[in-house]
């Protein structure tokens, strides 16, 4: 039985070779733009979906609040494919706060 944690972990593996293929890919598509770009553009996409998330969060629209909060988490591993960082750097980061 796969759970809730389980689905997340393999979403999240699955955009990063998404991000991956569409960085090698050259066919235009949105992610290939966005990597193609400086990292401050990234940061400023990511910046912007977590001032979404805040805005759905004062509003107390949870629904919103998980679409935005999706669109951070895939902008943030864009950003991450742009500093070459790993799902499991920031895994162990917080793993390491965990004692």
């Known amino acids: 039985m796969i759970r809730n944690e389980d689905k997340l972990s393999e979403?999240?593996?699955?955009l990063e070779k998404v991000i991956e293929d569409r960085k090698k890919s050259k066919n235009k598509s949105y992610t290939s733009d966005l990597l193609s770009q400086g990292i401050d553009r990234v940061s400023q996409k990511v910046g912007e979906e977590?001032?979404?998330v805040v805005i759905a969060s004062n509003n107390k629209k949870k629904k919103q609040v998980i679409y935005e909060?999706?669109?951070l988490v895939f902008h943030l591993l864009v950003l991450w494919k742009k500093l070459n960082i790993k799902k499991n750097d920031i895994a162990k980061e917080?793993?390491?706060r965990k004692k």
């Open 69 to 71: 909060s999706a669109d």
């Open 11 to 14: 979403v999240l593996s699955y």
């Open 50 to 52: 977590a001032i979404e």
């Open 94 to 96: 917080l793993l390491r």
